[in-house]
């Protein structure tokens, strides 16, 4: 092959268009376009309510307990070395009995494999699903990396709505309607990201019969699983493993507020063997051989992470989490253009609906966030990157005081915009 002159293509490696394509929907992608329209040098500073990170927050600073538990971990020098490929047992039989707490059986040890964090446990459950012809439901709207997951993995999407007069339930009908032989799998999130709804145990069976009728598995991501503040409580997913088989993508992320440490978990609920039996469990296993683990030594702290934490720091968190959701709710009331349809009631988000027929000289969710944020250094999620376009989602999961002061931003922003008609 003879050089090129200067500008001429002469080399034969490419980027991968599918994952270009697929990390472009990704929450972190719309966040950062967002944030490109940030004023330097504001003197209020910049307020975040665009993602589920309330670590940097004083009121959601982790408990003591989960602290010392990793200091104790690194001290012991007792894991500094590999971990197996599936996690450490103790680990393991930890999140085992932890997650047993909440269902009608237990779990055991080899019903748990670690993974470094909730997202990697996606990647993970998506991939082993993926075959030639397979295509897996999504709610709509939804968490954007299941998309970008499936994309990457070559496993067609299909979305079936969550109903927002009804508290974001999954709308069984339409999911029945997509049925045609080649689903794999149907995503459930509860407690909700991006909704802040909290499903029912009414609604979670009928979603297990749903699932059993049409031969697939459920994805149940639960990484907001107890982050529950309203009048419903959390209910598992696996608590129906009895009718349908159940993969469980988790973490300690959110409910511990360490996102950073990375630690999450696929659980199989499938007290029949049904997983075993069609070698989901042995393909992930295979997956995990090939792949990243958790950091050992987190690993080596979590019996004592889940152990030693009372009770106290969690209803601190929830507590925190109630106050701000009901001030957040309050004061988008307040708010003429922005419709809540319904009150959360878990995780750290809430999902609004814009009228731009109210404002002027703004196009899309995506310009609202743009200008939002140039104007008033308030960072927000365009509702198009989780799936419903002209919406926007709104993490409370800050301190009461900044949340307070974004949504007076806010309601600046939108007073200033609106029509002289309105």
Not at 83 to 112: F, N, Q, W
């Amino acid at each position: 092959m003879e050089n090129g002159g200067e500008g001429e293509a002469r080399w034969r490696f490419r980027p991968s268009e599918v994952l270009s394509e697929a990390s472009s929907v990704s929450i972190r992608t719309v966040l950062n376009k967002v944030m490109e329209n940030l004023e330097e040098n504001d003197p209020r500073g910049v307020l975040h309510l665009g993602h589920g990170d309330p670590s940097m927050f004083p009121s959601f600073r982790t408990a003591s307990a989960a602290e010392n538990a990793i200091v104790s971990s690194l001290r012991s020098a007792k894991f500094n070395c590999y971990a197996p490929s599936v996690g450490v047992s103790m680990a393991r039989r930890a999140i085992a009995d932890h997650l047993s707490e909440d269902l009608p059986y237990k779990l055991s040890p080899e019903d748990v494999f670690l993974t470094s964090g909730c997202t990697q446990a996606i990647e993970i459950v998506v991939s082993v699903l993926s075959r030639p012809g397979a295509n897996i439901l999504l709610p709509r709207p939804g968490f954007p990396f299941y998309e970008a997951r499936c994309a990457f993995s070559g496993l067609e999407v299909r979305h079936f709505n969550l109903v927002p007069e009804r508290e974001w339930e999954i709308d069984l009908n339409m999911v029945e309607a997509l049925a045609d032989g080649n689903n794999a799998a149907m995503v459930v999130i509860n407690s909700c990201n991006p909704c802040g709804s909290v499903f029912s145990y009414q609604h979670l069976a009928k979603v297990a019969e749903t699932a059993k009728n049409l031969g697939i598995v459920i994805i149940a991501d639960e990484v907001y699983d107890h982050l529950v503040f309203g009048v419903k409580p959390f209910v598992p997913m696996g608590a129906f493993g009895q009718i349908t088989p159940i993969l469980t993508p988790g973490s300690i992320s959110k409910r511990w507020g360490v996102p950073g440490w990375r630690l999450g978990w696929i659980a199989t609920s499938d007290p029949k063997h049904i997983l075993k039996e069609t070698k989901v469990v042995q393909c992930i296993k295979s997956f995990l051989d090939i792949s990243t683990d958790p950091a050992t030594f987190v690993q080596g702290a979590v019996t004592a992470i889940i152990k030693n934490t009372n009770g106290d720091f969690f209803n601190k968190i929830i507590e925190a989490l109630r106050k701000s959701s009901e001030l957040c709710g309050e004061r988008l009331q307040e708010i003429d253009c922005i419709r809540c349809p319904s009150k959360p009631e878990g995780s750290m988000f809430l999902l609004v609906e814009l009228n731009l027929s109210s404002l002027d000289v703004i196009q899309d969710d995506f310009e609202f966030c743009c200008k939002l944020a140039k104007e008033e250094s308030v960072i927000v999620l365009p509702g198009t990157a989780v799936g419903l376009k002209n919406w926007l989602r709104v993490s409370f999961a800050v301190e009461l005081s900044s949340l307070d002061d974004a949504l007076d931003r806010l309601k600046s922003f939108c007073r200033r915009h609106r029509k002289k008609t309105h």
